[in-house]
């Protein structure tokens, strides 16, 4: 009997030390997923406070991220809402079919496009905005181009200025 107590107290030993370091490992994965949800709120709060819109879409052409201003644009409540939707689903879809070719072009070529000046006319509001855009190929970790990245600065009260100094100069 006292061979089985043994041999009964060296697993029940061995079973403590096993669950130890699973306690251990788990909680280590608990420090990196909140190391990692810190991260991806910092990240959040970064895009939420450039002032431009940006927004991603993957090769297809959907949104699959947004940030805070981008979403004023939309009316939308959330990023959540934005993702999945393609242009199609925004009222601008009409007006805008000529930067869908360019996304096309920066996916194909996987060349940035830059300073892009697009003339917008918001039905809604029946004001005309200007926008400077930024689209830019997103890559996997391979190299491989897996989308768009677009960045919209409202530049309207500067052709404004320009249309105006224009105006009086001449």
Same mark, same amino acid.
């Given at each position: 009997?006292?061979?089985?107590?043994?041999?009964?107290?060296?697993?029940l030993?061995?079973?403590?030390?096993?669950?130890?370091?699973? %306690?251990?490992?788990?909680?280590?994965?608990?420090?990196?997923?909140?190391?990692?949800?810190?991260?991806?709120?910092?990240?959040r709060? &970064?895009?939420?406070? %450039?002032?431009?819109?940006?927004?991603?879409?993957?090769?297809?052409?959907?949104?699959?991220?947004?940030?805070?201003?981008?979403?004023?644009?939309?009316?939308? /409540?959330?990023?959540?809402a &934005?993702?999945?939707?393609?242009?199609?689903?925004?009222?601008?879809?009409?007006?805008?079919?000529?930067?869908?070719?360019?996304?096309?072009q920066? %996916?194909?070529t996987?060349? /940035?496009?830059?300073?892009?000046?697009?003339?917008? &006319?918001n039905?809604?509001?029946?004001?005309?905005?200007?926008?400077?855009?930024?689209?830019i190929?997103?890559?996997?970790?391979?190299?491989?181009?897996?989308? &768009?990245l677009?960045?919209?600065?409202?530049?309207?009260?500067?052709?404004?200025a320009?249309m105006?100094?224009?105006?009086?100069?001449?």
């Open positions: 009997h006292t061979f089985d107590a043994w041999f009964i107290l060296a697993h030993l061995k079973i403590i030390s096993y669950g130890l370091i699973l %306690i251990g490992l788990l909680a280590s994965m608990q420090e990196s997923f909140k190391e990692l949800v810190t991260t991806q709120e910092f990240l709060l &970064v895009l939420d406070n %450039i002032p431009q819109q940006i927004f991603w879409k993957n090769l297809q052409g959907t949104y699959q991220g947004a940030n805070r201003h981008f979403l004023k644009l939309t009316q939308l /409540p959330n990023v959540e &934005v993702i999945g939707k393609t242009d199609d689903d925004f009222p601008w879809h009409q007006q805008f079919q000529q930067l869908q070719e360019i996304e096309q920066v %996916i194909l996987n060349t /940035p496009r830059y300073n892009i000046e697009i003339e917008w &006319v039905t809604v509001e029946g004001k005309t905005y200007w926008w400077l855009k930024n689209k190929p997103l890559h996997d970790i391979d190299g491989k181009v897996i989308g &768009v677009t960045t919209n600065e409202d530049i309207t009260e500067r052709k404004q320009e105006y100094l224009k105006e009086y100069n001449c």
